[in-house]
């Protein structure tokens, strides 16, 4: 099986190693992998900004970099959200194409569990109590819930109850710096409730980007790692 | 206080957070009682179903309502009712006025009303000499208070029971650690004889049916009743939205609305009015007035995409969800609805220049639209209004070229790279504050840690 890897502007710069551990992960089980390199940003900062025709010159690069791949995935449950759900829409000039991207691309656990059908990974994560936070694109917009938790479980890992774990974290992309009070109590909402784990995981950089951040500024000893990397340690290499 | 408009969002939302940090306690502790009731509310019955018929039916009406008001207008008629047309909040008031002149009004219960908030009944009525109460036990400790509802359904949210038991203690001598019934029990025995002596009670509407011209409300407290029954006149503030064809679609709309609200399968007291006293009735006001009312509503209708939060049946779901209005509460929106439902009338009814930023007061996590009884797009109409802003030039400029610039980048594969490296190695905590978006992110939270090597040039030198 082949796949084209989409690192995201984000991952890219942020989350390298998580990106690379994603990579490991999908050969590991298999999966022949690509990273186009005319990839750049799926346009989401200027979609949710407003900014359609910025967000549609970026549908374009993306739908030019990943022309031809069999399935694309990507760490991250906003910009796989991004190309599944509004590209179609956003891309009136080639819905047919957008819809065809949209189709095949995927968030990594959501392809884990749904097309390579992952029965085991490893158990690496055995005796750790681990917290996943929901990111809200991957949860609402592609109905990711149980394929992240299944994944960690059968890696070992206790995931703890956590009463805010299907609230928003507060990032939100730039509402994170424009309404900055505001988003920053979202952060402590989510920290304050959080009960004692190893670490936090999500499938969602920017989420991690601020709960990590917020935490830090609050000198909290909380550790967050993003999911391909939660799940590379569960396979136990 | 007073209202101070949608534009001071920025600075309201964080003096908020920073000044009353009890208000954000107290308003999570209450949501997360409604969100459970309302999920578990919600679980009872196929609620898909009955959100998608709720939907089909608020999007009927608004799109036949010229025929649906004009029935409306009709059967009230038939009823006995008299009926007024407010094109704006100063013409409602006008009509207010001459009512009370006409009748020589010297006192007025008030039942919830949030069109009576919009259009500032209370502060005319009490320029003209009325004296105006509230009735609704929230409504009464905020009309107390000299405060400003913060939630549609429950308007005094943001005050806590100490807040309560402080207020009552020094109006009626209650003990300063009186339970609630206690508090209930002593603003009932006030109100009791402000209803007695009121000639004029009003109301606003949940669903007036075109079909058999009635006035439906629901409530739980029964302060409703007494406040359309009981004085010689009853004036309904009936926003042009409230229609529904009959009385089957309210049966159905009221139980919807009730679990959305507060997780009941329906309220305590379904009032439904159908015009004045009879001869053959003992009971009952004189005059029946409806006053029908626009204030925006057209305006926001004529939108392509927004016309469709006019389906609002007000039920406060939303803003109990809204993970942004539990940080602060309804005040520091600046108007009368709150949370994500204000974001998006707000641009429709006042302006898009009048409501800013509220359609940026939204991460867009989508919470609101799981819950939404009537099913408004609610993430799709903020990212529609926060269109209409980019195109009418009201978003910051600075926002406008750093956009502009990463698209251009993000178009040059190598260039965006570049780039990112560059600002990847900027020692981000030191000098965010001096950058314009960064500024925003390290007030608050200490900046990202950069991958020492960019996952594409792990990808170039081989990922082992």
């Given at each position: 099986m082949k796949a084209a890897f989409f690192a995201t502007c984000l991952g890219d710069q942020f989350y390298a190693d998580a990106c690379a551990d994603a990579v490991r992960l999908l050969r590991h089980v298999g999966v022949d992998v690509d990273v186009p390199q005319s990839q750049t940003c799926c346009g989401q900062p200027a979609y949710n900004a407003g900014r359609r025709s910025e967000a549609i010159r970026m549908a374009h690069q993306t739908l030019n970099a990943f022309d031809g791949s069999d399935y694309v995935v990507l760490a991250s449950g906003s910009c796989?959200?991004?190309?599944?759900?509004?590209?179609?829409?956003?891309?009136?000039?080639?819905?047919?194409?957008?819809?065809?991207?949209?189709?095949?691309?995927?968030?990594?656990?959501?392809f884990l569990v749904e097309v390579v059908g992952v029965q085991d990974l490893g158990s690496g994560l055995t005796g750790k109590r681990i917290a996943y936070h929901h990111s809200c694109h991957a949860l609402r917009e592609l109905g990711v819930r149980d394929e992240p938790i299944s994944l960690l479980k059968k890696c070992g890992a206790e995931v703890v109850t956590w009463e805010a774990d299907e609230e928003c974290c507060g990032f939100g992309g730039l509402f994170s710096v424009k309404l900055p009070e505001v988003s920053a109590a979202m952060a402590d909402r989510k920290l304050d409730t959080l009960?004692?784990?190893?670490?936090?995981?999500?499938?969602?950089?920017?989420?991690?980007?601020?709960?990590?951040?917020?935490?830090?500024?609050?000198?909290?000893?909380?550790?967050?790692?993003?999911?391909?990397?939660?799940?590379?340690?569960?396979?136990?290499i | 206080m007073s209202f101070s408009g949608p534009n001071k969002y920025p600075t309201a939302s964080a003096q908020a957070l920073k000044d009353k940090p009890g208000v954000r306690e107290t308003v999570i502790s209450a949501t997360n009682i409604a969100n459970k009731k309302r999920s578990a509310a919600y679980q009872q019955i196929d609620s898909d179903m009955w959100r998608n018929w709720g939907r089909d039916v608020k999007s009927h009406v608004l799109t036949n309502l010229d025929r649906y008001l004009e029935q409306a207008e009709k059967q009230l008629l038939a009823n006995g009712a008299k009926v007024h047309w407010a094109e704006t909040a100063h013409d409602a008031l006008g009509l207010l006025e001459k009512i009370v002149s006409d009748h020589g009004i010297g006192s007025a219960v008030k039942a919830k009303s949030m069109l009576s908030e919009e259009l500032g009944v209370n502060e005319h009525l009490e320029e003209l000499g009325v004296h105006v109460r509230e009735t609704d036990l929230g409504e009464y400790i905020i009309q107390l208070l000299g405060d400003r509802p913060s939630h549609i359904v429950g308007p005094a949210m943001h005050l806590s029971l100490e807040d309560c038991q402080r207020l009552f203690h020094e109006k009626f001598g209650t003990p300063l650690d009186g339970r609630p019934e206690i508090l209930a029990a002593a603003a009932r025995e006030a109100l009791r004889e402000e209803f007695l002596a009121a000639d004029l009670g009003i109301s606003g509407c949940n669903f007036l049916i075109a079909e058999t011209g009635t006035?439906?409300?629901?409530?739980?407290?029964?302060?409703?009743?007494?406040?359309?029954?009981?004085?010689?006149?009853?004036?309904?503030?009936?926003?042009?939205?409230?229609?529904?064809?009959?009385?089957?679609?309210?049966?159905?709309?009221?139980?919807?609305?009730?679990?959305?609200?507060?997780?009941?399968?329906?309220?305590?007291?379904?009032?439904?009015?159908?015009?004045?006293?009879?001869?053959?009735?003992?009971?009952?006001?004189?005059?029946?007035?409806?006053?029908?009312?626009?204030?925006?509503?057209?305006?926001?209708?004529?939108?392509?995409?927004?016309?469709?939060?006019?389906?609002?049946?007000?039920?406060?779901?939303?803003?109990?969800?809204?993970?942004?209005?539990?940080q602060t509460g309804g005040h520091p929106y600046g108007w009368t609805y709150s949370g994500p439902i204000g974001a998006i009338i707000a641009p429709g009814m006042l302006g898009i220049k009048e409501a800013m930023p509220l359609p940026y007061a939204s991460s867009l996590c989508g919470a609101c639209v799981d819950v939404c009884p009537v099913r408004i797009p609610i993430t799709e109409l903020l990212l529609h209004w926060r269109e209409r802003a980019v195109e009418e030039g009201l978003t910051p400029g600075i926002e406008s070229a750093g956009i502009k610039a990463y698209t251009k980048a993000a178009e040059r594969p190598g260039i965006f790279r570049a780039a990112a490296a560059v600002l990847r190695h900027l020692p981000l905590n030191a000098v965010g504050r001096a950058l314009p978006i960064l500024r925003g992110w390290v007030k608050e939270r200490s900046a990202p840690a950069s991958s020492s090597k960019s996952f594409m040039r792990q990808w170039k030198d081989g990922i082992k």
């Open positions: 796989a959200g991004m190309v599944r759900c509004f590209y179609p829409d956003l891309v009136n000039d080639d819905p047919k194409l957008a819809q065809a991207l949209a189709d095949r691309t995927y968030e990594l656990s959501h009960p004692d784990v190893d670490f936090v995981t999500s499938t969602d950089g920017g989420c991690l980007l601020q709960l990590s951040g917020r935490g830090s500024r609050r000198r909290a000893s909380t550790q967050f790692r993003h999911l391909a990397s939660a799940l590379w340690e569960g396979v136990g | 006035v439906a409300l629901i409530e739980n407290e029964g302060n409703i009743r007494l406040s359309t029954s009981l004085p010689r006149i009853h004036v309904a503030l009936v926003g042009i939205e409230k229609i529904v064809p009959c009385l089957e679609d309210v049966s159905g709309l009221i139980q919807l609305t009730s679990r959305a609200a507060t997780g009941q399968p329906i309220g305590n007291f379904i009032s439904l009015i159908q015009g004045p006293k009879r001869d053959d009735e003992i009971d009952g006001p004189e005059e029946v007035h409806v006053i029908l009312v626009d204030n925006g509503r057209t305006r926001l209708l004529a939108d392509d995409k927004a016309w469709e939060a006019l389906r609002c049946v007000r039920c406060g779901a939303c803003l109990n969800i809204c993970p942004v209005y539990r």
